[in-house]
């Protein structure tokens, strides 16, 4: 298995006005293609940095990282800005999508900065991967106009739109209801069943139970690393979610 | 870089999405642009209207007036010691070889009566060459002649505002009327000319042979001004100098001493009155130019509210791969996109402007094609300038805090 990610003895420090705080105390991570990792923990237990430097949005106080083979931890802002164009898909708890603009327009946005031209088209590939996502409906649609769900798949196409090398989500459920949750789980699933690399951090435990391993945070380090067991498989849940429902009705 | 195609895209986009902000933030630039133009016009315009009428009191014109004249090294003030004489006309007409027409220019004033009406004005003794030097025609009558001068004949030409006020409709020619009690015969009256360049009515006059004004009317020896006609427009500075030859000799002024007399020519003339002119259109252009650069901070306050408003979409834009100068690019266009529409709409304006001044109102405007490309260059360069510092500030945010602004 080819290492997608590999992270070596880092730490972030950040600076608030006189104290010192260690958001990651020495992590370690090695995360291969085609895995499904959720990181777990409390709110300051260094998950969300840890996201952001795996992201790129960050840097690291110090270790190493690589990513795809290539050392990340010294670049530039610039260099930053085009790994997070070529090699990384996000989706936000907020969805992030630009306000007033189109579902295609959005999912159009990475390919607007994409300064290697890799898809000649950026408009059809927007269009396809909208309705890989099932929105062939709604891509004239503002974000105001779509359902939370909706919003997140809008999100989720536009992550996938420049063929990252890894799709990283932050609390990707958190705003969305329960059953609109699985759903987003369901398309989660069905992408890695694909091959595609997901990191997924989020605070509910039920949620990190769709992915196959679980990595739980504590004060900046990795308390646990462990597959998950009882995996489940978001469309079944659906299937049983509307059996509940038929029968109630 | 990015296209720049797609760039401008993202700028028209973010302006047309905020229509009455940028509607607003643009109207400084159009009221800068438009001000700037339109000053510079005004004062363009009464430049050349007054070149115009300059032009319009005769051609190839030069004038010689008394100069003033010094004792001993104090200036007793100009016209102090009047020292131009009908003599002096005289010999220009004998000796000059340069020169086509000359003309003894005598002012007088006065109540004049015509039957049961009386009107004050100004009494013009002169020449006949004046009529050549002023191409000032009649519109019925006929012009004195040389004989006339010579003989101090009594006779007078309307101005045409004289022939409306003590005549009306009436044909005046061969009317008996008197001026300070003298009597004259009216023979002819002047086509109607207008306000001159100080707005003063030309036609507010009566024209009488020089002779008669100086002697019998004035009862002085020494004319006001000499006006003369030069052959053509290049020989006007020789002429000067030949005039100037002549009148020292009939002066007596020894080598070395100062003329007691003034020559200006009718360029001399044009360059002194829109010299004021000038200074007012820069004084203008300058005000305007002002309020061209009130429109630019006008910009950037809107581009600082807009990265801050809009931190968060600069967020999304550097998590999908946007760098610091991707962002630096669409705020700072979007800028420029700004001020150059509001330039090219105050542009449009000020021809609006013009058009309306020039059609409805005495105030005459000519626009000029540099006037309207620099300030229009201005324009961009207020928008570059003032969105520097906004987009620089958008440019500098770090990806993470500008997901999370709220």
């Known amino acids: ?249 | 870089m990015l296209q720049l195609t797609n760039l401008f895209k993202a700028a028209f986009r973010s302006i047309l999405k905020n229509r009455m902000r940028s509607l607003l933030t643009s109207l400084g630039i159009i009221i800068g642009v438009s001000a700037v133009i339109v000053m510079v016009g005004v004062g363009a315009g009464s430049q050349k209207q007054i070149a115009d009428q300059i032009n319009s009191l005769g051609t190839n014109m030069i004038l010689i007036m008394p100069s003033w004249s010094r004792m001993g090294g104090v200036s007793r003030g100009a016209g102090s010691f009047n020292r131009l004489k009908m003599s002096d006309t005289e010999a220009i007409r004998e000796q000059a070889t340069l020169v086509r027409y000359v003309s003894s220019i005598v002012f007088s004033g006065g109540q004049v009566i015509a039957g049961g009406k009386n009107w004050n004005t100004s009494i013009h003794g002169v020449d006949p060459d004046y009529r050549q030097i002023r191409s000032w025609d009649l519109t019925s009558g006929i012009f004195f002649t040389e004989r006339d001068v010579r003989t101090r004949k009594k006779v007078a030409i309307l101005g045409a505002t004289v022939q409306k006020e003590l005549y009306g409709d009436t044909d005046p020619i061969g009317d008996r009327i008197r001026i300070r009690n003298t009597p004259f015969t009216v023979i002819g009256v002047l086509k109607e000319k207008g306000q001159d360049a100080r707005g003063q009515d030309q036609d507010d006059v009566i024209l009488a042979p020089s002779t008669t004004v100086l002697y019998r009317l004035k009862g002085d020896n020494f004319i006001n001004m000499i006006q003369a006609s030069a052959v053509s427009l290049d020989k006007i500075d020789l002429a000067q100098n030949e005039l100037a030859g002549i009148l020292r000799v009939e002066h007596a002024i020894d080598y070395g001493q100062e003329d007691d007399f003034m020559i200006r020519n009718q360029a001399e003339i044009t360059e002194m009155a829109s010299e004021t002119s000038r200074i007012m259109t820069l004084l203008l252009g300058a005000v305007a130019a002002v309020s061209l650069v009130v429109g630019g901070i006008g910009i950037m306050n809107i581009m600082l509210v807009s990265v801050t408003e809009r931190t968060r979409e600069i967020g999304i834009r550097m998590s999908v791969g946007a760098r610091g100068s991707d962002i630096l690019s669409q705020f700072l266009l979007e800028a420029v996109v700004l001020s150059l529409t509001g330039g090219i709409a105050g542009i449009l304006l000020s021809a609006a402007i013009a058009f309306g001044l020039n059609q409805w109102s005495t105030v005459y405007t000519v626009i000029r094609p540099t006037i309207v490309i620099l300030s229009f260059t201005f324009s961009g360069a207020v928008g570059v300038f003032f969105g520097f510092y906004p987009a620089r500030k958008a440019a500098r945010l770090n990806p993470i805090d500008a997901l999370r602004y709220e």
């Open chain 1, 1 to 249: 298995m080819k290492p997608v990610i590999e992270i070596h003895n880092i730490t972030k420090t950040y600076h608030v006005g006189e104290i010192d705080v260690h958001a990651l105390n020495g992590v370690d991570l090695t995360v291969g293609a085609g895995e499904f990792v959720a990181v777990m923990g409390a709110s300051g237990s260094g998950k969300s940095t840890l996201m952001n430097l795996i992201g790129c949005l960050d840097e690291p106080t110090s270790g190493e990282y690589d990513l795809d083979g290539v050392r990340v931890s010294s670049l530039s802002r610039d260099a930053y800005a085009d790994i997070r164009n070529q090699k990384i898909g996000f989706v936000f708890q907020g969805f992030n999508l630009l306000p007033r603009t189109s579902a295609l327009e959005n999912v159009e946005l990475p390919l607007f900065y994409d300064r290697q031209k890799r898809i000649s088209d950026p408009r059809k590939a927007a269009q396809e991967a909208l309705e890989r996502m099932g929105l062939d409906d709604r891509m004239d649609h503002e974000p105001n106009q779509l359902s939370g769900g909706q919003q997140q798949r809008v999100a989720l196409a536009r992550a996938l739109v420049n063929q990252p090398s890894i799709l990283l989500a932050d609390e990707p459920t958190g705003n969305l209801d329960s059953r609109t949750s699985v759903d987003v789980m369901s398309v989660f699933q069905e992408l890695n069943d694909q091959g595609m690399t997901i990191l997924l951090v989020t605070h509910e435990k039920d949620i990190s139970h769709y992915t196959r391993r679980i990595v739980e945070m504590k004060d900046g380090r990795i308390l646990n690393d462990t597959p998950v067991r009882s995996r489940l498989i978001a469309r079944e849940v659906l299937e049983s979610l509307k059996g509940v429902e038929e029968c109630c009705n």
